[in-house]
T-cell receptor, first 117, second 116 residues
Framework: AQTVTQSQPEMSVQEAETVTLSCTYD???????LFWYKQPPSRQMILVIRQEAYKQQNATENRFSVNFQKAAKSFSLKISDSQLGDTAMYFC??????????????FGGGTRLMVKP | GAVVSQHPSRVICKSGTSVKIECRSLDFQATTMFWYRQFPKQSLMLMATSNEGSKATYEQGVEKDKFLINHASLTLSTLTVTSAHPEDSSFYIC????????????FGDGTRLSIL
């Protein structure tokens, strides 16, 4: 079974600054997918960024980037130029593989991020 | 726009009532849907995997007689919380994979269930 751990229950950052959220996971799989989801107060689940384990290059989506260290089983999220709208819960998630029917996601415990003006 | 619709968004009812939550895939067929439960300030915990035309697969510790899942069509899964009690109060979220895109799952907007 897979486990996902987020060691930072809460974090805060000043607007326009950079913050890094940590995530570690445990799996015996060699190929898998990792994700960061954002859950704002509206409780919607929004996919922020994905990383395929077979890719060495770290994924980037605008102000969001990851530091994927496969050997260390670490998958951190960096948010640059933080905005007030980034205030939300952030969940790291693991998935073994894609299939058309869908595959289960294993979520970490979450990190509550507060962006301060 | 939303590809997974969940209804109702909010339910308040008395203890002992059974509550049905619907999860619909819009414009695509979903042979599998997932039901999650989220307590305040906690993570999403998978309750069960709903399979069209067959029995749902429940995660360890989830009472299948308490949380009835029906996936009678390729676009609809329902979760019925039977004889609900205050400890069943929670946020319930469904999800499904749209094979037309590369998102692992699309999530409904959730149902906040409050049992008095």
């Amino acid at each position: 079974a897979q486990t996902v751990t987020q060691s930072q229950p809460e974090m805060s950052v000043q607007e326009a600054e950079t913050v890094t959220l940590s995530c570690t996971y445990d799996t015996s799989e060699n190929n898998y997918y990792l994700f960061w989801y954002k859950q704002p107060p509206s409780r919607q689940m929004i996919l922020v960024i994905r990383q395929e384990a077979y890719k060495q290059q770290n994924a980037t989506e605008n102000r969001f980037s990851v530091n994927f260290q496969k050997a260390a089983k670490s998958f951190s999220l960096k948010i640059s130029d933080s905005q007030l709208g980034d205030t939300a819960m952030y969940f790291c998630a693991f998935m073994k593989h894609y299939n058309n029917a869908g595959n289960m996601l294993t979520f970490g415990g979450g990190t509550r991020l507060m962006v301060k003006p | 726009g939303a590809v997974v619709s969940q209804h109702p968004s909010r339910v308040i009812c008395k203890s002992g009532t059974s509550v049905k939550i619907e999860c619909r895939s819009l414009d695509f067929q979903a042979t599998t849907m997932f039901w999650y439960r989220q307590f305040p300030k906690q993570s999403l915990m998978l309750m069960a995997t709903s399979n069209e035309g067959s029995k749902a697969t429940y995660e360890q510790g989830v009472e299948k007689d308490k949380f009835l899942i029906n996936h009678a069509s390729l676009t609809l899964s329902t979760l019925t919380v039977t004889s609900a009690h205050p400890e069943d109060s929670s946020f319930y979220i469904c999800s499904a994979r749209d094979p037309r895109d590369n998102q692992p799952q699309h999530f409904g907007d959730g149902t906040r269930l409050s049992i008095l």
